[in-house]
Antibody, heavy 119, light 106 residues
C-alpha cells in the first residue's frame, strides 16, 4: 500500500523557518518525481515545488523562489521542504504528492500538515 | 507561466444530472492536463490523466476530453458522493499550475 506521511507543520512567526518532512512507503521512492502542493484555508490548490528522482532538477513557483528549498533522501525514503523567511501568505496545509516517472500527474497524496505563520 | 481557468466556479446540481466542467490553458499544453476531486478536509484524488485517461478505480461516469487549450470534465450521472470541488492541473511545464476549482453542490 502506498503511503505518504507529512510532518513538521506548526505555528511560526513571520520571518521564521520550518522544515517539513514526508516519509513514503509502498513504492520505489527513487523512481518518481515528488512534489509539494499547498492549500491556504478556504482556497484552492497551489503547486509549490517538485524534484526529480536524483535531486538534480528542482522547480518552484515564483512566490517561494529563494525562500523554500525542496530536497530528498532516498536512503530514508523522505522528501523535505525547508521554508525560510515565512510570510503570513504561506499559511496553508502542505501536501506531499508523488509525481510520475517524468514529472506529471500526482496519483498519491499525503494527509497534509498545517503551517500557520502568525505573530 | 501557464495560467489555468475553470468555468463555472460553482454549480448546483441534482443526483442523476449530467455535469460538465471546462478548463482552459493560457497556451497550448497538448494533452498534459489532469483532473482531481477534493472533498472538505481531504487530500485531492486523481480522476483523469492526460486529458482523457481514467485513473484506475475511478467510476466510468467520469470522463475527460480536449487537447491544446480547451478541456472538459464530464460526470454523466451525478452521484451523492460526487459533490466536491474539482481542479484541473497542467503538467506541460513548471510551475505545474492548478485551475481555481469548480465546486459542485446540491
Amino acid at each position: 500500500e502506498v503511503q505518504l506521511v507529512e510532518s513538521g507543520g506548526g505555528l511560526v512567526q513571520p520571518g521564521g523557518s520550518l522544515r517539513l518532512s514526508c516519509v513514503v512507503s509502498g513504492f520505489t521512492f527513487s523512481s518518481f518525481w515528488m512534489s509539494w502542493v499547498r492549500q491556504a484555508p478556504g482556497k484552492g490548490l497551489e503547486w509549490v515545488a517538485n524534484i526529480n528522482q536524483d535531486g538534480s532538477e528542482k522547480n518552484y513557483v515564483d512566490s517561494v523562489k529563494g525562500r523554500f528549498t525542496i530536497s530528498r533522501d532516498s536512503a530514508k525514503n523522505s522528501l523535505f521542504l525547508q521554508m525560510n523567511s515565512l510570510r503570513a501568505e504561506d499559511t496553508a496545509v502542505y501536501y506531499c504528492a508523488r509525481g510520475g516517472a517524468s514529472s506529471g500527474f500526482h496519483a498519491y497524496w499525503g494527509q497534509g500538515t498545517l503551517v500557520t505563520v502568525s505573530s | 507561466d501557464i495560467q489555468m481557468t475553470q468555468s463555472p466556479s460553482s454549480l448546483s446540481a441534482s443526483v442523476g444530472d449530467r455535469v460538465t466542467i471546462t478548463c482552459r490553458a493560457s497556451q497550448s499544453i497538448s494533452s498534459y492536463l489532469n483532473w482531481y476531486q477534493q472533498k472538505p478536509g481531504k487530500a485531492p484524488k486523481l480522476l483523469i490523466i492526460a486529458a482523457s485517461s481514467l485513473q484506475s478505480g475511478v467510476p466510468s461516469r467520469f470522463s475527460g476530453s480536449g487537447s491544446g487549450t480547451d478541456f472538459t470534465l464530464t460526470i454523466s450521472s451525478l452521484q451523492p458522493e460526487d459533490f466536491a470541488t474539482y481542479y484541473c492541473q497542467q503538467t506541460y511545464s513548471a510551475p505545474l499550475t492548478f485551475g481555481p476549482g469548480t465546486k459542485v453542490d446540491l
